[in-house]
């Protein structure tokens, strides 16, 4: 019915106002027209009291001697009364008389021949109230004395407060209203000012927050969704924005080398051999793209949750052996030996998709910064706290100033050969984020123009410990 949430509210605060109001209303008029009825029961009872000493002294011969002497007396009009003489032994009414046979329908009500003297009883008939009193009680008779007097339900008063409540009911609604909208809007304020923090969020500034200070409990939980959902926009954001930047950073290069080929190539007729040795570099180029897409693929996933969560037990020295085997053959464009200088027997919980990119990755960035003939040491040990998987390599070294950089994206601490060799300065960053999935620590030693040592130490673990992966998102 309202799409305002305040309209709503103050819609239903009207509503239980009104039925509210109205019981109220009610309730002071009823309570009113008990208090007039209870003056009438008053003013009869203390008129029959009136009465009996001038019925004693024998004032009175019949029931309209009664009623001149009341109204004449109390100035209240119009008046019944009736006498009642009631046979104790018969159990009948032997005598009785009215003020007006014109009203006699008015005493047409219970006699309570039970009852004790000065009891008294009312009862309605129609607009008229009555009492019945017993005034005597002798050996054989008892004398009872009846009064019917109009209800004064018309009353100015009760007239006067029917119109106050009238009057006053609208008022009051009016005045709970403002004062309702009052406490609402200062309720409201605090999600107010959230609209206007969310508003004032775009995709220049995804790394804002909702305060959660000063925010009712009612809506704290739904600015702490908020905040939770603008993390992952902007995490989603960021990844959308690091693969666009570093697809544009990294196509440049060869899409230009790949241009310029075709260029020199197309400027002249050639021998069917040097086409073909455009088109190689072109091949190679192309190759060089497509493992970098890849890469960037892999590094741009949202999360790694799928991955972190199939962890297994797994033989860390087969998973390395298998590893080599696979990466020989490249070694082997280098005339590289690899050794495997030691290897022991090892269970681990891990991810072995993950595991075997990693090992892949480190062992291949040894070869790329291997000189020719020469070889790389691979071993699988332990001390007291750590498994060690230690790669070592004779290459030209990494420099002091570029040893801290590794392990950013798309750094290469020697652009022209590891553009030569194929590098992207992704393999590192790759090997990173695996590692932190499965918290193992990577440390770096290297000394110029001599080698480089890369060990990564795996925690070891009771037998009844699982493995438990660190969830991680690229940002």
Known sequence: MFKSLKLKLLFFFFIINVILLSIYGAFIYNTAKKGVLNTTDTELKMMTIDVIPDFIR????????????????????????????????NKKIERETFSSKKHEWLFNVPLNEKGYIGSIYYFNKESYRISSMLIFDKADTKIFIQLALQKDMNSLYLKQLFIGLIIATPILLVVFLIIASMLINRTLSPVKEVISSVKSISANNLSSRISTNGVPSEIKDLVATFNQLLNDLEVSFNKITDFSNNASHELKTPLTVIRGEIEVALKQDRRPE??????????????????????????????????????????????????????????????????????????????????????????????????ANSHITISLDKNIKEYLLIVEDSGQGIAKEDLEHIFERFYRADKTRSRKDGGRGLGLSIVKMILDIHRYSIEIKTILNRGTTVIVKIPKLDKTTKQIPKIISNS
């Open 274 to 371: 040097e086409y073909k040795e455009v088109l190689k570099d072109i091949l190679q180029e192309s190759i060089s793209i497509q493992k970098m897409i890849e890469q960037l693929f892999f590094l741009a996933k949202k999360d790694i949750t799928e991955l972190s969560n199939n962890f297994s037990e797994l033989y860390l020295d087969e998973i390395l052996t298998d590893t080599i085997l696979q990466i020989e053959k490249f070694a082997l464009n280098k005339n590289i030996h690899i050794e495997i200088k030691k290897i022991i027997p090892i269970t681990i919980q891990a991810n072995e998709t993950l595991l075997k990119i990693a090992i892949n990755n480190i062992t291949r960035n040894a070869i790329l910064y291997s000189s």
């Open 58 to 89: 024998g004032d009175f011969k019949n029931a309209k001697d009664v009623a001149d002497e009341l109204i004449g007396e109390f100035w209240i009009e119009p008046l019944f009364a009736k006498i009642i003489y009631y046979n104790k032994k």
